[in-house]
């Protein structure tokens, strides 16, 4: 395995071009991660890599910046392939490689679900250089598009490749790698290292470098972790506590289910606090523009299924509240990146019910840490309960209402706009002004 290198070191003595190298200072990329410093020399002499590295670590710019600098030297049309689990890191991959290539015009498509098929068949129409994807759509387009292969394609890279590896991706990853010539140069990045990543290695890659960035299971340092000991039924009460002596923060809350994401939305909305929900059930332009909105600083609450926890370019967030405990322990992993990224600091709480103490014993174990208590007052979190539960039953009912729209409508209304304007109508007030009197 190799160490990483503990010398700060410039792109440029990586050896990364003096074009690329501009490309990293615009981006405002002065020095390379840890994960960079140790990859990118490996990658430029041609190896293959398995890259396991911390979630906000900058592993994306690890793989891209050697594919580009081997595409100036060999310029053609789909040179790379890059495959992702999620739409939404699917988009930010190909964002990147446009943001560092600017300077020598690259092309990238981007092939995922909930986006017009006719428009992705016209972009790969135009011959891209790199083709960013979610295994299913890639599938489909190298059956249905007429004219596109991955028979020149020279590197394959697989992102967040434990998620890759799952049953819904299994048969699609086994079709690319029957289609994609066996001569290419493949990456293999993730942040957690399974059986599953170790078959796949054997299957893909050709005498590795596996390097590793952090120790196996871990966080970052500068991530202040706690846990609160919370019944079940005052969860609710205790999330709004937290949001509310936060209020200044960015935050990201983690839900198990999808229709968990809207009903906390919709109860804090219902109570003045700007919250927006994320999830797989949401059409693509939702989820995008529900991303575009907590990015843009509109809405500080982003309420999201375990879809959000990995990848997503979202630099400001102060704080990851685990509404629901992963039954997966390495999904805490992930989702408690989505802070401290880039050497700052930031807060992680874990609301733990009585139903969820095994998998938060199971987390402990696997941090190798005890964690410390919230701080709350009870009574003063107990003073909520009656705001919180009105608001849940508000928000129930708008839910069911909003539901048997959709069925007679056939849209996807999650009832959002009905519920700011019931908010207005009805409290004419915000949370906070209530909460002082």
């Known amino acids: 395995m190799a160490e990483v290198n503990e010398e700060v070191k410039s792109f440029k003595d990586l050896g990364v071009c003096d074009q690329l190298v501009e490309a990293c200072d615009n981006l405002g990329w002065k020095n390379p991660s840890k994960i960079q410093a140790e990859a990118i020399p490996h990658a430029l002499e041609g190896k293959d890599l398995i890259g396991l590295a911390q979630t906000g670590s900058g592993k994306t710019g690890a793989f891209a910046i050697p594919i580009l600098q081997a595409l100036l030297e060999t310029p053609q049309a789909f ?233 997503l370019d979202i630099p400001s967030v102060d704080m990851v509240i685990n509404y629901d405990i992963p039954a997966n322990s390495k999904d805490y992993i992930h989702r408690v990146g989505r802070t401290a990224r880039a050497g700052r600091s930031g807060v992680a709480i874990s609301l733990v019910n009585q139903y969820e103490l095994e998998w938060y014993i199971q987390i402990e174990k696997l941090i190798g840490k005890k964690l410390p208590e919230f701080p709350a007052q009870e009574e003063e979190v107990m003073l909520l309960w009656e705001r919180a539960t009105e608001a849940k039953r508000i928000s129930q009912m708008k839910m069911k209402e909003a539901g048997g729209k959709k069925k007679r409508k056939g849209d996807d209304d999650d009832g959002e706009e009905d519920i700011d304007r019931y908010v207005s109508r009805k409290n004419g007030k915000s949370f906070k002004k209530a909460k002082k009197r």
């Open 79 to 311: 040179f790379a392939c890059v495959l992702s689990p999620t739409r939404e890191l699917a988009i930010q991959i190909a964002e990147q490689f446009e943001a560092l290539g600017s300077g020598i015009g690259v092309k990238c498509a981007v092939l995922v679900g909930g986006i017009d098929h006719v428009q992705q068949g016209i972009a790969l129409g135009k011959r891209p250089h790199i083709v960013v994807a979610t295994p299913g759509r890639l599938v489909d387009h190298l059956s249905n598009t007429k004219g596109f292969s991955l028979r020149p394609a020279k590197y394959l890279v697989l992102d967040e490749a434990d998620r890759l590896l799952n049953e819904d991706f299994e048969k699609a990853i086994d079709e690319i790698l029957n289609v994609i010539p066996r001569e290419r140069k493949t990456y293999l990045f993730s942040a957690t290292m399974t059986k599953k990543v170790r078959k796949l290695q054997r299957a893909c890659l050709k005498n590795p470098v596996k390097i590793e960035a952090s120790s196996k299971y871990s966080t970052v340092d500068t991530l202040k972790q706690q846990y609160r000991f919370v019944p079940a039924k005052y969860k609710d009460c205790y999330l709004v506590y937290i949001l509310t002596e936060m209020s200044g923060s960015t935050s990201m809350v983690f839900t198990r289910t999808c229709d968990s994401t809207r009903l906390l939305a919709l109860i804090l909305r219902n109570l003045g606090l700007r919250a927006i929900p994320i999830s797989g059930q949401m059409s693509q332009a939702k989820r995008l523009g529900a991303l575009n909105k907590f990015k843009a600083g509109e809405c500080n609450i982003l309420i999201c299924t375990d879809v959000a926890s990995r990848g």
